[in-house]
């Protein structure tokens, strides 16, 4: 299985957006995704408060800002060979 973790903040407009992408690629993958919202948290604020939205696939930071759904099925179908 994939683990996808999402950093995001709330009103965050890029952040929605990259949840909506990675939710929409998540059927075609054995992937489960965990989003976390960094506010009021000031570890995690002071570590991607200013990098939101970030997601980590498997642990490793794989985009930050943006990406495409092509971008994701490309980094997803990589862990898969793994």
Do not use: H, S, W
């Amino acid at each position: 299985m994939i683990e996808l973790r999402l950093y995001t903040r709330a009103d965050c407009e890029l952040c929605r957006e990259m949840e909506e992408i990675v939710e929409a690629e998540l059927p075609r993958f054995d992937a489960r995704l965990e989003r976390i919202e960094i506010d009021g948290e000031p570890a995690l604020e002071a570590t991607y408060g200013q990098e939101v939205p970030v997601l980590f696939v498997n642990d490793r930071k794989a985009f930050k800002f943006r990406c495409t759904a092509r971008e994701l099925r490309k980094r997803l179908l990589r862990e898969v060979r793994r």
